[in-house]
C-alpha cells in the first residue's frame, strides 16, 4: 500500500465505522442506554397528550354554562388530566435524564481510556510523524463529539421523532384532515432540514474541525519549542505563524457557523407557515361545523409543544452531523491496526542467566522507514555474546540508532530476524521484551512527576531506600536533596526544570533501578562535565558489569574499553575489532575518525591554555 494510500485509510472513518465505534461503547451499558431511551419517549408522549386535555377544558366551558354542575365538573376533570399528565411528563423526564448521564459518563471515561491506551501502543513510526499536541486534541474532541452525538440522539432527535409520530396519530385521531396535512408539513420539514444539513453544513463543519486540528497541533509546536523560540528571539515570529492559522481557522469557523444561522432562520420561517396552515385548516373546519373552539385550542397548543421540538430539529441534524464529522479521528484511531503490536498468544521474553555467544543476534536483516522509504540494512547479521559490551560507532545516518530502535521492537524489520536469548523477538510480548531493556538515551525525557517517581519508571513500586541508593550510584543524589523539596521535586514538562547533565543522571539512576539484563547508552555521559563524567563513568563500569550492553558512541574516548566497536557506515558493518585492534590498523576507518576527534580536542585544548596565559598576562 502506498502512503498516500495508507494515510487515507487511517484518518477517514465512514458513517458505518461510527456506527460500529458508537455502537461498542453502547453495548456493555446497553439497558441503562434502553431504559434511558424509553423513560424519554413516554415522557415526551405525556406531553403530546396535554393538548387534548386543554381542548377539553375549553369545549367543557363553552358547550354549558359556568352555573351548570357538568360544566364545573368537565373543566375541572380535564385541568386534573392536564396538571397529571405535565407532572409526570417532567417526572420522566428527570428519569430518563438521570440513567443518561450515569449512561452518558461511563462511555466518555472508556473512550478516552481506551484512546490514550490504543495511542500509547501505536508504533514510533506513527508518533514520528504526528503532533503531540494534534493527536491530544483528537482525542478530547473525539470524546465531547461522542457525547454530543449522544446527547443529540437522546435529548434532541428521539424526543422530537416521538411528538411528530404521537402528534400526528392524536391528531389524526381528532382531526383527520388537520392530521393529514401536519404529516405533510412535518414530513416536508424534516425533509429540508435533513437536506440543508448534510449537503451544506456538514461539509462547513468538516472543514472547520479541520483547522482546529491544524490549530491545536500548531500552538503546541510553538509551546513544546518555547526554548527555543526563546534563544532566537522569535517571539514575533512565531505570534505570525500562529496568527495565520487562527486567522483560516476563525474564517471557516465563521463561516460555518453563519451558515447555521441562516439554516436556522429558513427554517423558522417554514414553522411558521406550517403553524399558521394548519390553524387557518382548523378555524376553516370550524366554520362548517367540523371542529370545536376546543380543537382550535388543541391544535394551536399541539403546534405551540411540537414547535419547541421542530425548531430545533435542524440543528441537532446539524450537530448530528458535526460529531460525526469530529469524531472521524478518534474512530479512525479505534480502527488503526499498529504494525508493531504482540502476536496472538504471544509468551513472555525469557531471559536466562546462562552465558551464552548469541544473547542478542541479527540474523540477515533489512530494514526500510515507511516514511522515507530508503532501505537502511540490506542483509544485516550480527551476534552479540551475553555480557559483552558492544559500541556502535560511525557518522549520521549510518543506522546505529536504528540498530538499538530494532532491538526494542520500536519497528518491524521488513527482512530477517532478531533473537534474544535465542528467542524471536516479533514473537514475544512487548512488554517483557521492553522489561528485559534498560535505556539511557542522549536526550532524556522525564515525565513532569516528583524525582522519585522518575527514578522508580524502572521499577514500579520500589521502595524509597531504592530509590536513593540508585540516585548515589549514579550521582544524581546530592543535587536532588539540595533542592527544595528533595525526591519529592516536580521537574516540569519534559525535565525542563532540571539541567542536561542532571537529567541524564536520573535517566542512569533509573536504568540501575531497572536492573535490566540489556543494557542500551546513548551517549550516556555527552551532557555531563568532565567531572561528572568521571564518577558517572565508573558508576556506569558497575552497571555494565555481567550485562550485554550496547553503546552508541560519538565521542570514541567513551569506548575505548569495549570488547567489539562495530564501525557502521549507510547501514552496512565496515570494520569490527576492540579499540586496540582498529588503531592497529593503519587503513582503519575507526582510527581515522578517532584521530581527528583526538586531534580537535588536543587543538580545544591548547587554544584554552593559550587564552588563559593571554588573559592572566
Known amino acids: 500500500m502506498s502512503a498516500p494510500d495508507r494515510k487515507n485509510k487511517e484518518n477517514k472513518a465512514s458513517y458505518r465505522d ?21 423513560l424519554m419517549m413516554v415522557s415526551v408522549v405525556t406531553d403530546s397528550i396535554v393538548p387534548v386535555y386543554t381542548g377539553r377544558i375549553v369545549d367543557a366551558m363553552t358547550r354549558h354554562g359556568a352555573s351548570e354542575a357538568s360544566a364545573w365538573k368537565g373543566s375541572w376533570a380535564a385541568f386534573w388530566g392536564f396538571a397529571t399528565l405535565a407532572v409526570l411528563h417532567q417526572l420522566f423526564r428527570l428519569l430518563s435524564t438521570s440513567y443518561w448521564n450515569y449512561f452518558a459518563t461511563g462511555n466518555l471515561y472508556r473512550i478516552v481510556t481506551d484512546g490514550m491506551q490504543k495511542v500509547q501502543r ?7 510523524n504526528s503532533f503531540a499536541g494534534g493527536t491530544v486534541r483528537k482525542i478530547t474532541r473525539g470524546m465531547w463529539s461522542f457525547d454530543t452525538l449522544e446527547d443529540t440522539l437522546l435529548m434532541g432527535l428521539l424526543p422530537a421523532v416521538t411528538i411528530m409520530i404521537a402528534v400526528t396519530v392524536m391528531l389524526t385521531v381528532k382531526l383527520p384532515m388537520v392530521g393529514l396535512a401536519a404529516a405533510v408539513l412535518i414530513l416536508i420539514y424534516c425533509a429540508i432540514s435533513i437536506w440543508v444539513s448534510i449537503r451544506i453544513l456538514a461539509p462547513r463543519f468538516q472543514d472547520s474541525a479541520d483547522q482546529d486540528t491544524r490549530l491545536g497541533a500548531t500552538l503546541a509546536d510553538i509551546i513544546t519549542g518555547n526554548a527555543t523560540v526563546k534563544s532566537f528571539g522569535a517571539e514575533s515570529r512565531e505570534d505570525g505563524l500562529f496568527d495565520s492559522v487562527a486567522t483560516l481557522w476563525k474564517d471557516r469557523a465563521y463561516y460555518a457557523w453563519q451558515m447555521g444561522v441562516a439554516a436556522d432562520a429558513g427554517r423558522s420561517i417554514f414553522r411558521i ?28 397548543t399541539t403546534f405551540f409543544i411540537i414547535g419547541s421540538y421542530l425548531r430545533d430539529i435542524g440543528s441537532h441534524i446539524a450537530h448530528l452531523q458535526r460529531s460525526i464529522s469530529e469524531m472521524d479521528d478518534i474512530v479512525a484511531f479505534w480502527l488503526r491496526q499498529d504494525d508493531v503490536v504482540d502476536v496472538a ?43 559483552e559490551k558492544l559500541a556502535l560507532v560511525g557518522p549520521s545516518g549510518s543506522g546505529k540508532s ?94 525542563v526544570k532540571l539541567s542536561g547533565g ?92 578517532f584521530e581527528m576527534q583526538v586531534l580537535g580536542l588536543i587543538k580545544q585544548e591548547n587554544e584554552q591554555i593559550h587564552e588563559a596565559r593571554c588573559a592572566n598576562g
Do not use: C
Request: no cysteine; net charge positive.
Open 402 to 495: 536504528t540498530f538499538v530502535k530494532l532491538l526494542q521492537r520500536l519497528y518491524n524489520v521488513t527482512g530477517g530476524r532478531i533473537l534474544v536469548g535465542g528467542q524471536d523477538i516479533s514473537q514475544v510480548t512487548l512488554q517483557s521484551l521492553r522489561h528485559a531493556i534498560s535505556l539511557v538515551p542522549q536526550d532524556p525525557i522525564l515525565f513532569h512527576r516528583s524525582l522519585s517517581d522518575n527514578i522508580a519508571y524502572g521499577k514500579p513500586g520500589a521502595s524509597q531506600e531504592e530509590i536513593v541508593a540508585a540516585a548515589k550510584k549514579s550521582y544524581a543524589h546530592d543535587f536532588i536533596i539540595s533542592l527544595p523539596q528533595g525526591y519529592n521535586t516536580l521537574v516540569g514538562e519534559r525535565g
Open 345 to 387: 498468544g504471544a509468551p513472555p521474553l525469557v531471559v536466562n542467566p546462562v552465558p551464552r555467544d548469541d544473547m542478542v543476534m541479527f540474523d540477515n536483516i533489512s530494514f526500510e522507514y515507511f516514511n522515507t522509504g530508503a532501505k537502511i540494512y540490506d542483509g544485516l547479521s550480527v551476534k552479540i555474546a551475553a555480557g
Open 273 to 300: 407557515l406550517m403553524t399558521s396552515a394548519v390553524i387557518a385548516l382548523t378555524i376553516w373546519l370550524w366554520k362548517w361545523g367540523k371542529a370545536t373552539p376546543g380543537d382550535i385550542v388543541l391544535v394551536i
Open 502 to 593: 542532571e537529567r541524564q543522571r536520573v535517566a542512569i539512576a533509573r536504568a540501575i533501578l531497572a536492573d535490566s539484563p540489556i543494557l542500551i547508552l546513548d551517549e550516556a555521559t555527552s551532557s555531563l562535565d568532565s567531572i561528572s563524567e568521571h564518577y558517572i563513568q565508573k558508576a556506569l563500569e558497575a552497571l555494565m558489569a555481567g550485562r550485554t550492553t550496547i553503546t552508541i558512541a560519538h565521542r570514541l574516548s567513551t569506548i575505548q574499553q569495549a570488547d567489539r566497536i562495530l564501525v557502521f557506515d549507510q547501514g552496512k558493518i565496515i570494520e569490527q575489532g576492540s579499540h586496540r585492534a582498529l588503531m592497529q590498523n593503519p587503513q582503519s576507518h575507526y582510527k581515522k575518525l
Open 18 to 38: 461510527v456506527v460500529r465505534f458508537t455502537l461498542h461503547y453502547w453495548t456493555p451499558q446497553k439497558w441503562v442506554g434502553i431504559a434511558a431511551a424509553i
Open 122 to 128: 501505536f508504533s514510533s513510526d506513527w508518533h514520528a
